[in-house]
């Protein structure tokens, strides 16, 4: 008996749910800038797929780009009207260049089943994410245009060509200049060719190309980078191209792709800028204020529908990113784990106002998210002359738990010698989701319901992490259906 009452308990918040979605008005959709996001996969804790496209739908935020096709996440852009970039991570390359059946297997199970009516709105296909950055080493270079042609391809033969373009999100290091300015542009030396081959394949089939443009990298590998030119607010530096006058790196790193495109013999390519953002942590100059300096000076050229000088009006651009991901690489910088416009929980950072029109306000959050218990695990000071365990037991929990925050220049790079083993010690904590035994630390550590949090030093309280709860369910589900069946015969 109650297994069934356990089944219509289920039935009624999909209801619920369902019933809530439709209610909730989309705020500001009018006037908000065309806009796209990123949404990566990669935190310990994710919210539900649909709290989170709530979310985006809440915002005005009108494009969405994924960095896989994980078909819960898909389904649930499903009657949204959102436009969808879904993509095939660099690993799976190999298997689509080599064998078309491949392709034409991913396109039905990951593209053409998602396309019925008010199905999800899929519009372009990203085959890799940066495969020709230069610290690949070359590793997709015999893969990429292989694989980008079988998917198209597959497309095409799905009868979804006219409406899906298959396409490669490459990084800025693609293309160079000759002569530090635009003009100079021109694709790198090592890739030139087959740079040439895939920008005209592009072309043939009216797909764009996507470029991620990073004005914080720019500062951030260039200890004389001239600060105010990563942003667009002019009165630093500016370089004077044959009378045509460049006030911020954004646009100069645009223009240069667009000298390196006529160059290629495809002056009309359409570009899409895939990832553009600020950082938040994990670097002196990774702080909120500067993140809202930068998204309100490129906000405020999106609305007035600016462009670059070669390229004026409206630009295609996906904001980097939408949410943290505390999973992320630290390779590039301590930063990686703090591209959201939101934290890890779906809560806005800082003021940002997606109108252009640079008002003090604050993005909508996360409705309905679920929250651990308010505890933390602490660093027990009682045990402060018992501490030889200490640093092997701190270093396992930063290499497990996410310490990005501890560095310098980070938001809690003020921490005393406690408050640093404190705050390793709870980030591991929550990423075991709390587990008792996971706060004990050779016995130097305590759990605490007094928030450990200081300043601007965030301890946080993580999240139920919906990926394992809907394993659960499902798993559960299963288990009492079989049961049910079994009831029957
Ligand atoms: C995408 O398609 C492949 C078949 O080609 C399938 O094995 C895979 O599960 C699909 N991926 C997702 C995330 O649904
Ligand atoms: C690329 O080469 C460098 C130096 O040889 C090496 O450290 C790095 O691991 C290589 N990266 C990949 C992705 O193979
Ligand atoms: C806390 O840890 C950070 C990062 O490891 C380090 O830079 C800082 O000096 C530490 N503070 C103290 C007081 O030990
Ligand atoms: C802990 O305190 C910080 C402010 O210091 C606050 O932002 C945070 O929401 C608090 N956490 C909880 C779980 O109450």
């Not at 989170?52 to 009108?62: A, E, L, P």
């Not at 497309?155 to 003009?183: C, F, Q, R």
């Amino acid at each position: 008996m109650w297994c069934w009452r356990w089944m219509i308990s289920c039935v009624c918040i999909n209801l619920w749910v369902s019933a809530g979605i439709t209610i909730i008005k989309t705020s500001n959709a009018a006037e908000v800038v065309n806009l796209g996001v990123n949404w990566g996969g990669m935190a310990s804790h994710q919210m539900l797929p649909s709290t989170v496209v709530q979310m985006i739908k809440d915002n005005g935020i009108k494009k969405v780009k994924l960095f896989e096709s994980d078909s819960w996440t898909v389904s649930s852009l499903a009657g949204t009207g959102l436009e969808v970039m879904v993509a095939i991570p660099n690993d799976k390359l190999s298997r689509f260049s080599g064998k078309f059946d491949h392709a034409k297997d991913w396109v039905k199970n990951n593209v053409s089943k998602h396309m019925y009516d008010g199905g999800v709105n899929i519009k372009y296909v990203a085959v890799g994410n940066e495969p020709f950055l230069k610290s690949y080493n070359g590793s997709f270079m015999k893969t990429t245009f292989p694989a980008l042609q079988n998917i198209q391809k597959a497309l095409d033969e799905a009868g979804l060509g006219d409406k899906i373009k298959a396409t490669i999100p490459l990084n800025a290091d693609v293309y160079e200049s000759a002569n530090d300015k635009p003009s100079g542009g021109k694709f790198r030396d090592d890739i030139k060719d087959l740079m040439h081959q895939i920008v005209k394949f592009l072309h043939d089939n009216k797909a764009p190309f996507v470029v991620n443009i990073y004005p914080f990298l720019s500062l951030y590998q260039n200890q004389n980078f001239p600060f105010d030119f990563a942003f667009f607010d002019g009165g630093g530096k500016s370089i004077n191209d044959n009378g045509v006058q460049y006030t911020n790196v954004f646009d100069a790193n645009y223009d240069t792709l667009v000298y390196a495109l006529k160059k290629a013999g495809v002056p009309d390519l359409k570009i899409i800028v895939g990832e553009v953002g600020w950082p938040t942590d994990g670097d002196k100059n990774a702080t909120p204020d500067l993140a809202k300096k930068f998204y309100n000076g490129f906000l405020k050229r999106m609305a007035n529908k600016k462009g670059t000088p070669l390229r004026p009006g409206h630009l295609d651009v996906y904001l980097f990113s939408l949410i943290d991901e505390d999973q992320k690489s630290i390779a590039p910088g301590d930063f990686e784990r703090h591209w959201g416009i939101f934290r890890y929980d779906g809560q806005p950072k800082f003021p940002i106002d997606l109108t252009g029109q640079g008002h003090e306000k604050y993005l909508v959050g996360a409705k309905g998210v679920e929250y651990l218990t308010k505890q933390w695990c602490v660093f027990n000071k009682e045990k402060s002359n018992e501490m030889n365990t200490v640093p092997d037991d701190m270093n396992y929990a930063c290499s497990l738990g996410d310490c990005t925050a501890l560095g310098y220049g980070s938001s809690c790079n003020n921490l005393d010698v406690y408050g640093n083993i404190s705050y390793a010690f709870n980030m591991y904590f929550q990423m075991q989701d709390q587990d008792v035994q996971a706060c004990d630390f050779h016995g130097t550590a305590k759990l605490t319901t007094e928030n450990a949090s200081t300043g601007s030093c965030l301890f946080p309280v993580q999240i139920v992490n919906a990926g394992e709860r809907m394993e659960f369910m499902t798993l559960t589900s299963t288990v009492l259906l079989s049961l049910i069946v079994l009831a029957f015969l």
